[in-house]
């Protein structure tokens, strides 16, 4: 069955510290794969896509993610965080039907 | 305004009661959907829609109804709300296979 992984619920990161949150999916073709973000009390936003090519795709915002097709993860990274980063982060698969299966997320807290 | 558009934002509503809730877009995107989230669960798929007149149900779709007959109106109705149906419900659309969704901002329904 398709499914997306994320094993953590709640991360906390220093400002100006590295961030990388995991991803697993599960689908048997070649996915489409996403990560969205979402702030307190608003829709989700796109970060970064990927479809095919280039392995390490770059985003908005300074976010970027590497598909590793070997370890069925596209986990998402950012340099040094702000404290605006702060927000709940879902990864998403694309499945050739249409639609999105969503990871349940994990929340980003910042301390400064 | 381009984009896509849930309403109500807000609705309390009582348990039985028939309410819906509604979406749409000015893309003319081919796909929509209706998502759920609750805490500890993430999205969940309720019903999506390929086009006009093409609806198949998500992961949860027990106790709610869809219909498409426009390309731009997804409406998401609850025949008869129950408790366990409280949550947000977030409304999707994107054009062809392999694109990215765009979001609503969501409505927060609570049945009493």
């Known amino acids: 069955a398709q499914s997306v992984t994320q094993p953590d619920i709640h991360i906390t990161v220093s400002e100006g510290a590295s961030l990388e949150l995991r991803c697993n999916y599960s689908y048997g073709a070649t996915p489409y794969l996403f990560w969205y973000v979402q702030s307190p009390g608003q829709g989700l936003q796109l970060l970064l896509k990927?479809?095919?090519?280039?392995?390490l795709v770059q985003g908005i915002k300074g976010f970027e993610a590497e598909f590793k097709r070997s370890q069925s993860s596209f986990n998402l990274r950012k340099p040094s965080v702000h404290w605006s980063d702060a927000a709940e982060y879902f990864c998403?698969?694309?499945?050739?039907?249409?639609?999105?299966?969503f990871g349940k997320g994990t929340k980003l807290s910042v301390k400064p | 305004d381009a984009g896509i558009t849930q309403s109500p934002r807000y609705k309390i509503t009582e348990t039985g009661r028939q309410v819906t809730l509604m979406c749409h877009q000015t893309?003319?995107?081919?796909?929509m959907f209706w998502y759920r989230q609750d805490l500890g669960h993430g999205l969940r798929l309720i019903y999506y829609?390929?086009?006009?007149?093409?609806?198949d149900k998500g992961e949860v779709p027990d106790g709610y109804v869809v219909s498409r007959s426009k390309t731009e109106n997804f409406p998401l109705t609850l025949e008869s709300a129950t408790r366990s149906q409280t949550s947000v419900y977030f409304c999707?659309?994107?054009?062809?296979?392999?694109?990215?969704?765009?979001f609503g901002q969501g409505t927060r329904l609570t049945v009493v």
């Open positions: 893309w003319s995107h081919s796909y």
């Open positions: 999707a659309s994107k054009g062809r296979e392999g694109t990215e969704a765009f």
């Open positions: 998403a698969v694309g499945t050739r039907q249409g639609n999105l299966i």
């Open positions: 829609s390929a086009a006009a007149d093409i609806t």
């Open positions: 990927y479809f095919s090519g280039d392995t």
